[in-house]
């Protein structure tokens, strides 16, 4: 009987640790951008973290979170208002406080299709990528699922890398299996559970942020990189890199509802 589990061990182990160097080292099948199949216009509030006396992390040059927070979202909210088949609104277009209840109406009162809020991790200087992010908790979670799926793959498919220090749980053997259980069971809720398929990458959170746990509609927490990281930090939020992320959120956006 040891032997036999020795030999499960040895199996899930190598399972996981192939799955886990296809998602960082293989190469992206690019594909053509489905047409969006609309009957009506959809409306997408992307929202920026922090802001006014909520400053966030900060970087090694002094880059505040809540000012990178607000000039990705501005850049995604640019790229899908220049889209006739969306209607796009900022939870805050400039540096100041909104609270939670605040973003939540906003999303209420829009009767958004989607929320998307945008943040940066903090952690050591060797971390960097980004993760995709939808909360287990959330009233609408299967279709919070599919967009960060949808989502997740856009952005390997545009070539960003995902968040590596996350991806450590898929080298455990049995990980997501054995805290599905116990949280099905009610032993334990897990905090993170990394999932990937069909090369995306994205996390079932639980209740970690607030506003994708309690938002009405569907919605994914980016957090695009790590603004903690002297490497990671131009790499993701450079002029050119926030524009190259808007095109991947936007693609997301386009999968997500042709697929609706």
């Given at each position: 009987m040891k032997r036999i589990l020795i030999l499960v061990f040895v199996i899930v182990l190598f399972v996981h640790i192939v799955n886990f160097m296809?998602?960082?080292f293989s190469p992206v099948s690019f594909y053509s951008v489905p047409p969006l199949k609309l009957n009506e216009k959809k409306i997408i509030i992307i929202d920026a973290s922090k802001g006014g006396s909520e400053i966030g992390a900060d970087s090694p040059n002094q880059i505040l979170e809540k000012d990178v927070n607000l000039k990705v979202a501005q850049a995604i909210a640019a790229k899908l208002a220049a889209n006739p088949?969306?209607?796009v609104f900022l939870t805050r277009n400039s540096d100041r406080t909104v609270s939670l209840d605040e973003r939540l109406k906003i999303?209420?009162?829009k009767k958004a299709h989607t929320l998307i809020t945008i943040t940066s991790s903090e952690g050591n200087e060797w971390q960097k990528g980004y993760r995709v992010e939808f909360s287990g908790n959330n009233a609408v979670v299967e279709q919070s699922k599919k967009l960060a799926e949808n989502?997740?793959?856009s952005l390997r498919n545009n070539g960003f890398k995902p968040d590596?220090?996350?991806l450590i749980s898929s080298l455990i053997p049995l990980y997501n299996m054995t805290f599905s259980f116990l949280d099905m069971t009610g032993i334990y809720n897990p905090d993170i559970l990394t999932i990937s398929t069909n090369n995306s990458v994205f996390q079932l959170t639980s209740g970690l942020?607030?506003?994708i746990q309690n938002s009405p509609s569907p919605a994914v927490l980016i957090a695009c990189g790590y603004i903690t990281s002297i490497s990671d930090l131009p790499n993701f939020y450079s002029d050119e890199n926030r524009t190259k992320l808007a095109?991947?959120?936007e693609e997301g956006l386009i999968r997500y509802f042709s697929e609706k």
């Open positions: 296809q998602i960082l088949n969306f209607s999303v209420t009162y989502i997740g793959y590596a220090f996350s942020d607030p506003i095109i991947a959120v």
